[in-house]
């Protein structure tokens, strides 16, 4: 339930934006930190709630972010201002990440093999459910309660899950796992994330090479300096950065990086362009339907592509969804202000699809291409890589409509020829994202089958969309921390990896042994 809740009322928010300008008279280009504040947030703060749960138990972080939750779901349904509906998704994003990691971490703990799997999958269905149903969920809300009724909604089911999980979910922790918290990692990352994100998103109104942007790039560039000696010295690292050396799990994170912003991106274009009165003119209702093909397509394409995993490889199922989006992207490269809904329902379908396509191989990969020990590093890793891309194209996009929009029609270009040139050159930018995905797929190598797939790596698919969700039995850190054996060397599957069932794929090549032929 907390997995359906928390994933619908991420996907839900930017089909809320403009019901929130309007009510708090804060512009849309401000209101786009309440989508990517919460993603930044969420990247800086995932990794080291699995960690904090390993310590001090998983239940008790969990629960922590479920009342961190309801107070954010509060503050932000309470708001009269903008800059309090921001405050609070940032908020969010510390709870949510919160709550996927433990919540995910508390399953893995509390049954193995089999058993293990089957929560496992569950979860990753309402997770994948909760990402599908959340824009319909949010328009129709708009209309019946106003766009706080969201808020107060989930707020209520999470106050239901208290007492649940006090009583049904036992405690857990990892009494191996060293004590200390990488705390300067988690303050890093955040400084690498926001001065860049303020960078691409005021940059062109700054002027490119103006004082504030550079100096934001430069404060995001130390930051990352900062943050890979820290992570070297450090006893319990936030990410471990042998890890990085597995090209494997680098080109799939990365490959989640592009998907995940490429579908926040275009959900946050579309629900603006949709329900703007000079472009599509719909209601919040209206326009929840509208994206379904983007929203709920992705979550059910990826399953059903999971058999041609199986068979083609995931270098190639990878590389052929990139194009398809390219594709589709390039489509809304033409758009003008007479196309009506209609001229948007094809190239929505495709583009769900190629992302669908690229989507769940990369996340399988991310955690099939590791020993069963660094199962939970990878997932943080790639997890992480999905909250960054949710952030920075989400901003990028956002930034690039506005600045082609307000050029336009400052220089007397009609409204709604305006906007429909600032959709246009958004998607050509997102287009040029998914092109680079193709090039990525040089990084994952050789992939070669290890059986049918199970009912886990369905539900695996379907989430992964919004969190990578492992695919095999693992040990009781699965999909937390980053911060796990970080003595190990990286490579993919040995002899200690996956069994036949643990996943779809596997990786072969110069990094480490096959135990098979190759696709």
Known sequence: MSAFVVNANTSAVSILLPAISEDTGTSLATLQWAVTGYSLVGAAVIVTSGALGDIFGRRRIFVGGLLLFVASCVLI????????????????????????????????????????????????????????????????????????????????????????????????????????????????????LVPFVFAVTEGAQWGWLSAPTLLCFAV??????????VEHRVRAPL?????????????ASVAI???????????????LYFQNPDGLGMTPLEAGVATLPAAAGIVV????????VDRLGARRVIAAGFAVATVAFAVFAFVQA???????????????????????????????????DQVGAASGIS??????????????????????YTRQHTGGTAVADALAAGFSRATVGLALFCAFGIVLTLLVGRIRPTGPPTAAHYAAAAAAGSH??????????????????????PGPTGPDGPSRHSGPTRPTGPAGPANGTSS
Do not use: H
């Open 77 to 192: 349904a309470l708001a009269d201002s903008g800059g309090t509906v921001i405050a609070g998704r940032a908020v969010q994003g510390a709870a949510g990440s919160t709550i996927l990691a433990c919540g995910l971490s508390l399953l893995s703990a509390g049954s193995s093999g089999d058993g293990q799997m089957k929560a496992v999958s569950l979860w990753g269905a309402a997770s994948a459910a909760g990402a599908a149903a959340g824009p319909l969920l949010g328009g129709a809300l708009v209309d019946v309660t106003g766009w706080q009724g969201l808020f107060w909604i989930d707020a209520a089911i999470a106050v239901l899950c208290l007492p649940l999980t006090l009583r049904t979910v036992p405690e857990s922790q990892d009494p191996s796992r060293p004590r200390s918290v990488d705390v300067a990692g988690t303050v890093l990352i955040a400084a690498v």
């Open 220 to 229: 995001s560039a130390a930051a990352t300096v900062g943050f890979v000696v």
């Open 239 to 251: 990410v471990d950065l042998a890890l990085l050396g597995n090209r494997f799990l680098v080109g």
């Open 257 to 271: 990086l592009v998907v995940a912003g490429c579908i926040n991106a275009v959900m946050y274009v579309c629900s």
């Open 301 to 308: 394409t990826a399953p059903l592509i999971t058999r041609f």
């Open 338 to 372: 007479s196309w009506g809904y209609g001229a948007f329902v094809v190239p929505l379908v495709v583009l769900a699809f190629g992302l669908g396509l690229a989507n769940g191989p990369s996340s399988s990969v991310a955690t099939a291409c590791v020993t069963r």
């Open 383 to 404: 997890n992480m890589g999905r909250y960054v891309g949710s952030a920075v194209l989400t901003a990028v996009t956002a930034a690039l409509f506005s600045a082609v």
């Open 468 to 489: 990578t969700v492992p695919t095999q039995p693992t040990g009781t850190t699965a999909g937390t921390t980053a911060a796990r054996a970080p003595g190990k060397p």
